[in-house]
């Protein structure tokens, strides 16, 4: 329990070796004289809002604080090696607001050492778990950055979500990884907050996960962030690519922008042009338009489950659309893209031209406009279509061929 007293007196005796007035103090904290007075006093104590922003202008930890003494000068502790436990206890306890939940299966909350989640599906014959992990790569430098610290949640577990509704898998729940070289109060909580409402958009839940403060590792301000869904599918029903066959119709259905891929060039590419990120693309500024959210397409395909027409989904990241839709042709047949039907954002023509950026370079990196790929039935093509141009732009691209290549790229990409 804390003792309002001790803490008090040695708030006060702080300030006074460091010569501060009450006044100033309060200032520098950005609230009234009267509140550190009632501090001083033991009347109350700061909250974990500015208890932080305390321990630096009074030249101490949180722990100090929070303890109403000094650690001994010759003793290592935690906190001297940048771990404050007290101080992202209270942070953990507040996080805990975001992982309320109204699905019954999540059997508990934060504090237990790990969290419960009932997976009973009486519905399904043969339930199997998918699980996928993720990160939204270099992204997240521009994000902590430039501000976009919810967004970049929202890119983290849309693209996980994507990864397995691409299998015909339902998300239940998502676990995620907050590693930092200091405890940001305000940061941490930006980023579980981002993390739970993009759960929530995507009918899943934040169960849980850890926030490592690691100070000798990463610097001050540094996040990196990592998350794992698990997914639920009928066994018979798991969209693999098996189903493919000849005759069969390719649809594109559209990105936003980059989603998480292509990054590391679009970096260098501000290295080298600094003043990019300000110009206008589409009324938006460039760095606007790099950082718009991945497009989450769980809503727009979760209906489609099931259906025996559905042959195949491929999700189009890094490697661009041959690298990845390879990953579920059959072997025997070959799937023939008319890239001249692709439909390409005016982001990704600006890219081209202030990098001078190949086209194959550009297909190799980027999704260029096509973020999901479904393959489908012939004679069920317009029936997926008038489904997906519900959520997004969504049109016919390729074939589905008998072929020793799984990926044939025809024509050429329409920059104008």
């Known amino acids: 329990m804390l003792q309002g007293e001790k803490i008090g007196q040695f708030l006060m005796e702080r300030r006074k070796e460091l010569g501060m007035t009450q006044q100033q103090l309060a200032e520098r904290l950005h609230v009234s004289f009267q509140a550190v007075s009632k501090w001083e006093n033991g009347v109350s104590f700061p909250n974990i809002e500015v208890l932080y922003d305390l321990a630096v202008a009074l030249e101490v930890t949180t722990d100090e604080i929070l303890l109403g003494s000094r650690r001994e000068a010759e003793g290592l502790s935690y906190s001297k090696a940048g771990v404050d436990i007290a101080y992202t206890d209270a942070i953990k306890q507040e996080m805990a607001k975001r992982l309320e939940t109204r699905d019954p299966r999540v059997l ?133 690519g098996s189903k493919i066959r000849s005759g069969d119709a390719v649809l594109a259905v559209a990105s936003n922008g980059l989603h998480t891929n292509g990054y590391s060039l679009v970096r260098l590419l501000m290295d080298k042009k600094p003043r990019i990120k300000l110009d206008k693309i589409e009324g938006l500024a460039f760095i606007e338009q790099i950082m718009k959210p991945h497009t989450p397409y769980y809503r727009a395909v979760k209906e489609l489950f099931g259906n025996e027409a559905l042959h195949g989904m491929a999700y189009i990241t890094g490697g661009g659309i041959e690298g990845n839709l390879c990953r579920i042709v059959p072997e025997g047949l070959c799937a023939r893209m008319d890239l001249a039907k692709l439909r390409v954002p005016e982001l990704f023509r600006y890219i081209r031209a202030q990098g001078n950026v190949s086209d194959a370079e550009m297909l190799r990196t980027f999704n260029c406009g096509a973020g999901l790929v479904l393959v489908v039935a012939r004679e069920r093509k317009e029936f997926f279509l008038r489904h997906v141009r519900r959520f997004y732009d969504c049109y016919e691209i390729g074939v589905i061929e008998p072929g020793a290549a799984k990926i044939v790229l025809e024509n050429r990409l329409n920059w104008l």
Do not use: W
């Open 108 to 240: 508990n909350g934060l504090g237990p050492f790990a969290s419960l989640y009932d997976i009973s599906f009486p519905a399904l014959r043969e339930p199997v778990l998918v699980l996928k992990s993720e990160e939204p790569g270099s992204k997240q430098k521009l994000a902590m950055e430039y501000g976009y610290t919810e967004s970049i949640c929202h890119d983290m577990v849309n693209h996980l979500v994507n990864d397995i509704a691409v299998m015909g898998a339902k998300p239940l729940a998502v676990l995620d990884t907050i590693v930092c070289g200091n405890a940001e109060k305000a940061t941490i909580q930006s980023l579980v907050k981002g993390v739970s409402e993009a759960c929530r958009e995507n009918e899943c839940s934040l169960v849980g996960g850890e926030t490592s403060i690691q100070p000798l590792v990463l610097d001050a301000g540094v996040y990196v962030l990592t998350a794992t869904v698990a997914g639920i599918a009928e066994r018979s029903r798991i969209i693999d």
